[in-house]
C-alpha cells in the first residue's frame, strides 16, 4: 500500500466517527466508544481467547478474520478481568478495526482458497503481535490512535486540563525527576528498561491525565501528544 500522510489517517479517523454518528449519535467527548463502533455499526464480531496459547511461537495480543468478519482479543487484555489493561484492550481493538478499514482488500479471499491451522481451523488473515513493526503495521497503529485520539477532542481536552495550548517540555518534568519517577515506579510495579525509558515515563506521567480521559494508555497518549507537539523533548532555540 502506498505511504499514507499524516492528514489522510486523521481524515480516515474522522469519516469513520462521522459514519458512526449518523447512526448512533455524534461522539462529542472522550472516551470513542470504540466497542461500539466495532460490534454496533460495523456488526463485527469481537471474541475473546488465549492466543498466546494459540500462537505460541510470539507475543499475540489481537487477530482479525476478514472472511468472517470476527476480530479476536487476547484474554490477557479483557478490561472487566484487568482494569489496567483497559488501555492496551481499546488500542488492540481500534488497531484491528484500522486493518478493516485499511487493508481488507489484500485480504479477502474466496472461501475456497483459505489457509488452515495444524488442528484444521481457519488460520486468521492478520495477527498482532507484541512490538511487530510493518508498514501495515505503521498504519493500522496510526489510524487507531487517530480514532480513540481524534485530534480536535484531544486539543479541547489538552486546554481544559492545562490552562492554554503551550507543549510541556521534557526539560521542566525533569525538574521534579525523582518525584515523577517514584510516583509512576509505584504506579507500574517496577522500572521499564530501555533507551528513552526514564525520559517516556517522565513523558507519560504527563499524559496520564488524559489518558485515563480517553481510556487509552499513557503509552499511546505520549506518542499522540509527541506526534500533536503538544509534548516536546527539546526547547526549540528561540530567534528573540
Not at 4 to 25: S, V
Amino acid at each position: 500500500r502506498r505511504f499514507m500522510q499524516q492528514q489522510e489517517f486523521e481524515d480516515a479517523a474522522a469519516l469513520l466517527l462521522a459514519e458512526y454518528g449518523r447512526e448512533h449519535g455524534v461522539v462529542t467527548a472522550p472516551p470513542i466508544p470504540i466497542d461500539d463502533i466495532v460490534e454496533e455499526y460495523l456488526k463485527i464480531t469481537v471474541e475473546l481467547r488465549d492466543l498466546r496459547a494459540e500462537f505460541p511461537e510470539g507475543d499475540v495480543l489481537g487477530a482479525i478474520y476478514f472472511n468472517d468478519k470476527k476480530i479476536v482479543i487476547d484474554e490477557s487484555l479483557v478490561p472487566e478481568d484487568f482494569p489496567s489493561m483497559r488501555g492496551r484492550y481499546h488500542f488492540t481493538l481500534a488497531h484491528e478495526l484500522a486493518h478493516w478499514r485499511l487493508h481488507r482488500h489484500l485480504y479477502l479471499r474466496r472461501a475456497g482458497e483459505r489457509s488452515l491451522l495444524p488442528d484444521g481451523s481457519p488460520r486468521p488473515d492478520h495477527i498482532l503481535r507484541d512490538g511487530k513493526r510493518d508498514p501495515k503495521e505503521y498504519q493500522a497503529n496510526t489510524l487507531a490512535a487517530c480514532l480513540l485520539m481524534p485530534r480536535d477532542m484531544l486539543k479541547r481536552a489538552w486546554h481544559e486540563q492545562y490552562g492554554s495550548m503551550d507543549p510541556i517540555y521534557l526539560d521542566d518534568l525533569r525538574a521534579k525527576r525523582q518525584q515523577i519517577l517514584t510516583a509512576e515506579v509505584l504506579r507500574r510495579g517496577g522500572f521499564k528498561s530501555g533507551e528513552d525509558a526514564e525520559d517516556n515515563m517522565l513523558l507519560e506521567h504527563a499524559s496520564r491525565p488524559l489518558a485515563e480521559t480517553f481510556e487509552v494508555s499513557p503509552d499511546a497518549m505520549r506518542i499522540r501528544l509527541e506526534g500533536m507537539k503538544l509534548l516536546l523533548r527539546k526547547k526549540e532555540p528561540s530567534l528573540f
